[in-house]
């Protein structure tokens, strides 16, 4: 193989600093997923269903841009640019100072074009840093151990981001007042806008790229051709379903949206839920973001216990115990709803409040952490089919497909919402009106039983799933094997693990037909 120039061990500021760059990542989500539509039905007087549009369409367009900046991001690194700035870092330089407008959304009495259109800039930007930001560990380690604190430092951030997003309207709106107003939610945003382009700077002063072979410094820069721009949709998609091919991937994209839709779903309804089914009306924001900082510390708690059980007992054990605990709290709510029903007393009582979320932040934190444990592996069982490094891509499939599945997941929801019968304030944006009894039975079926049936689906579909520590370890050493040119497994056991990894037969491993 040849010789690595300028290898580098990382560090706990290496570690923590790429770490730092899910502020924007999980925190931008945090707030999108948790506030944007409870915002935009509360106090934009938009109804359920735009709602759910302006937060589900930007996300269908991202079938385009997601494996796009993978592709593009992947053979940037044998031109002029690539070499001289990064082909990673060009994105995260260019979405830095845009960063602030994310709090564009947050402002009221607008149209719902004004929303979408600004809401489809937000994205795009932050596709363009979460994808190379994403291949990043991948690059600067190989070494399971690093790859796994790499992993643990980006979820710890991603746990500590959504507990600001939810906090963030408490104390604003105990510093400044305004509990059933607009005004914490602009504030929050702009505060949020400002940490993101820090954290894209912290980003960039401590990480970097996969070094240059002696073999790679020595080939000509690739020049620009026409020809080549022309062709990149065709190879771009051919790539793009080449990933789906590995049985690993298929299987890990299941346990990620099971996961990851549950709670897109969770998000979308609780707040509604909270304001017109647990509290009323009247300081439902203050009891929202109060319930949701509780839920985000409970998860900060499950992430760093799942650190350890991921790498001990593996993904899928991890994630069977994340779905139960997920479900005891949906249910829970289930049942508090009916204890509600035709009830004349007010709020349950707080340990019945916070029991559930708890319990749904405990499992929600492994849930979270579990894909992304797994996503840095992924690259090296490409690799052993493939013979290339395709970090860009894999990161470009992997938001694409969270991206329209979660297009499709809160469009629904909204729509079902709707469909119920919510009715969204239009004259006086901020006073919840009273809802119907089948409006108040959609939206805790929504809530209950969307997640629910999601995460099952995720775990049926990976019940086979077998990446972990030790057959990673048996991949890797088979990887430098077919590197050095051997055509057969060291031992039958090995060669069972790889095939088994990657769903192809050894002999037509390392881009062998």
């Given amino acids: 193989m040849a010789a690595i120039q300028g290898m580098r061990q990382p560090s706990w500021r290496n570690y923590w600093g790429w770490g730092s760059g899910d502020m924007l990542g999980a925190g931008a989500q945090a707030v999108v997923t948790g506030w944007l539509f409870y915002f935009f039905v509360t106090f934009c007087g938009l109804s359920a269903v735009e709602s759910g549009l302006i937060l589900g369409l930007p996300r269908l367009l991202e079938a385009i841009t997601c494996p796009l900046i993978g592709y593009v991001s992947d053979n940037l690194r044998h031109s002029r640019i690539g070499r001289r700035v990064g082909r990673r870092r060009l994105f995260l330089l260019i979405v830095l100072p845009l960063l602030p407008c994310f709090a564009l959304l947050f402002v009221t009495g607008k149209s719902f074009w004004y929303y979408l259109l600004v809401f489809i800039f937000f994205e795009l930007l932050y596709t363009m840093f979460l994808i190379p930001w994403e291949t990043l560990a991948a690059e600067m380690s190989k070494d399971y151990a690093e790859k796994a604190r790499f992993a643990g430092a980006r979820m710890l951030v991603a746990q500590g981001s959504a507990i600001l997003a939810s906090a963030l309207p408490t104390l604003l709106i105990n510093q400044f007042g305004g509990k059933d107003s607009a005004e914490p939610f602009l504030w929050m945003a702009l505060i949020f806008g400002l940490l993101f382009s820090l954290v894209v700077l912290i980003v960039l002063l401590s990480s970097w790229e996969r070094p240059y072979t002696a073999e790679e410094l020595a080939k000509p820069l690739a020049p620009f051709s026409w020809d080549e721009a022309l062709g990149i949709p065709v190879r771009m998609f051919r790539d793009l379903f080449s990933t789906l091919r590995l049985r690993a991937f298929r299987q890990h994209l299941s346990l990620y949206l099971g996961g990851y839709l549950s709670q897109d779903i969770f998000n979308t309804a609780f707040p509604i839920f909270v304001a017109t089914v647990l509290m009323g009306a009247t300081g439902a924001t203050l009891a929202i973001s109060q319930l949701m900082t509780s839920m985000y510390i409970a998860q900060l708690l499950s992430v760093m216990i799942a650190i350890r059980v991921v790498i001990k007992v593996g993904p899928l054990y991890a994630y069977r115990v994340a779905i139960s605990l997920f479900i005891a709290a949906t249910l829970l709510y289930g049942w508090l709803y009916l204890q509600q029903r035709g009830a004349a007393a007010a709020a349950p009582s707080l340990p019945w409040l916070y029991l559930p979320i708890v319990l749904a932040g405990l499992g929600r934190g492994t849930l979270n952490f579990v894909p992304w444990s797994v996503y840095n592996y992924l690259p090296d069982v490409d690799e052993a089919v493939t013979g290339q490094r395709r970090e860009g891509i894999f990161a470009g499939v992997m938001t694409m497909v969270r991206k329209v599945a979660q297009s499709a997941a809160i469009v629904a929801t909204g729509w079902l919402i709707g469909l119920g019968g919510y009715v969204s304030p239009t004259r006086r944006p901020g006073e919840l009106v009273v809802q119907t009894e089948q409006a108040i039975q959609t939206v805790t079926a929504v809530m209950v039983l969307g997640p629910i049936v999601v ?35 060291e031992s039958a056991e090995n060669r069972q693990i790889v095939e088994d990894l990657t769903g192809r037969a050894y002999a037509r491993l390392w881009g062998r037909a």
Avoid: C, D, K, P
């Fill in 455 to 489: 995460m099952l689906l995720g775990l049926w579909a990976a019940r086979h799933f077998r990446l972990n520590a030790q057959t990673h370890a048996v991949l890797a050493h088979e990887v430098e094997r077919l590197r050095a040119g051997h055509l057969e497994a």
